[in-house]
């Protein structure tokens, strides 16, 4: 069974950190690229950043410099810690394969960046 659960979002003042953490099922984690995706409101779906397997990584340009993306393959569980938060960084966000199995999207986490 496919499977992302995504968890950590909240609230967060600019400036701030979180820590977000998803679950995936086994068959869809290893020798995969994992992907976190974001979705303001009315926008589109959008690529923040990536890992291979190997534990190369790809940035956004926005994002690049304050994410970290990172995978921990013992608990098939991929983390995005994100620091310097800005408004605009405020989104739903998702985990998925890269490129993403489309019908198999979780229900995101939600981030809030807000004084």
């Known amino acids: 069974q496919v499977q992302f659960v995504e968890s950590g979002g909240g609230l967060v003042q600019p400036g701030g950190s979180l820590r977000l953490s998803c679950a995936a099922s086994?068959?869809?984690?290893?020798?995969?690229?994992m992907g976190w995706y974001r979705q303001a409101p009315g926008e589109q779906r959008e690529l923040v950043a990536h890992?291979?397997?190997?534990?190369?990584?790809y940035y956004a340009d926005s994002v690049k410099g304050r994410y970290t993306i990172s995978r921990d393959n013992s608990k098939n569980t991929v983390y995005l810690q994100m620091n310097s938060l800005k408004r605009e960084d405020t989104a739903v966000y998702y985990c998925?394969?890269?490129?993403?199995?489309?019908?198999?999207w979780g229900q995101g986490t939600q981030v809030t960046v807000s004084s």
């Open positions: 998925n394969r890269r490129p993403p199995l489309l019908d198999y």
């Open positions: 086994q068959n869809i984690f290893r020798s995969y690229f």
């Open positions: 890992i291979t397997a190997d534990d190369t990584t």
